[in-house]
């Protein structure tokens, strides 16, 4: 039986992702290797995509990132969706309030 795929603190693998997470073995051990709060903030990085496009083209490059060595998305805020902790200043007035840093 396989090791179930981790999740991230506050958000769930979705289909898509799973989808090219378990497609390489390399890429589900670097996930699983992930701490929870890691996995955390690639999964919020791909659902925060509007377009489909966006979103696959984020997951492709959660794939790129994680073969790189990334721990973290590159250039992403961070998930605001955390309950541990609140919103920086910036992720506050760009990805809350929607105005400019």
Do not use: S, Y
């Not at 083209?57 to 794939?63: A, N």
């Not at 961070?78 to 990805?95: E, N, S």
């Amino acid at each position: 039986m396989t090791e179930t795929l981790a999740e991230g603190t506050v958000h769930q693998v979705a289909d898509d992702l799973r989808a090219a997470l378990e497609a390489d073995t390399e890429i589900r051990a670097l996930w699983q290797g992930l701490t929870p709060l890691g996995r955390n903030e690639f999964i919020c990085w791909v659902e925060d995509a509007r377009q489909a496009k966006t979103r696959d083209r984020r997951i492709g490059r959660t794939v790129e990132e994680l073969k790189e060595g990334k721990r973290r998305p590159c250039c992403w805020a961070g998930c605001i969706h955390r309950t541990d902790k609140a919103p920086g200043a910036w992720q506050q007035a760009v990805l809350i309030d929607k105005t400019k840093a």
